[in-house]
């Protein structure tokens, strides 16, 4: 892989994190992966349906020079550390921590490796900040569909019921 695209990246990302998502539980609507092509950008961002509380996560970015930059949240680097086979790190202003890779094929596998690693943390720890509640108007149809159907997933994660449900049980 000599010349990558931010297209080439988000998409082996995008792969990791689908393929993670689903293994630990989060709904495919609670996080998305935004490429933004002119500035050569891609934001992993959680967020509930609304959108109004989203919470960017991880940045991505190439450069001309096949330079693949990744930046990620403070809290996280002091959870997951350095990804593996970067090539240098810095701290940023307002909180977050720049790692550089040369592109290769190798670079790409690690990036969305690391991005799957921040998204199951970031997600974890909403869990211990909500407020837990027993389940809300939709248990019915949640116990029917055998998953948890509350429109904004950040806030269903405190949902007693919604636990029973990934646990393969329905009342």
């Not at 892989?1 to 293994?23: C, Q, W, Y």
């Not at 190798?106 to 990036?111: E, G, N, P």
């Not at 949902?159 to 990934?166: A, I």
Request: proline fraction near 4%.
């Amino acid at each position: 892989m000599d010349h990558i695209l931010l297209s080439d990246l988000t998409s082996a990302v995008r792969e990791k994190l689908e393929i993670r998502a689903r293994r630990v539980g989060i709904p495919e609507r609670a996080y998305s992966l935004k490429e933004t092509e002119p500035d050569r950008t891609a934001s992993l961002v959680i967020s509930g349906d609304e959108g109004d509380d989203a919470v960017e996560i991880l940045c991505m970015s190439v450069s001309a020079e096949d330079l693949c930059s990744v930046l990620v949240r403070e809290s996280s680097f002091r959870h997951s550390g350095s990804p593996k086979g970067s090539a240098e790190s810095s701290s940023h202003p307002c909180g977050w921590h720049r790692f550089d890779y040369t592109v290769s094929a190798d670079a790409v596998r690690l990036i969305a490796l690391y991005a799957a690693d921040i998204l199951e943390y970031e997600f974890s720890i909403f869990e211990t900040v909500a407020e837990p509640f027993e389940c809300c108007s939709r248990q019915y149809t949640c116990s029917i569909r055998g998953e948890c159907l509350h429109p904004d997933q950040l806030y269903a994660k405190a949902c007693k019921y919604r636990k029973v449900l990934l646990a393969g049980n329905k009342y």
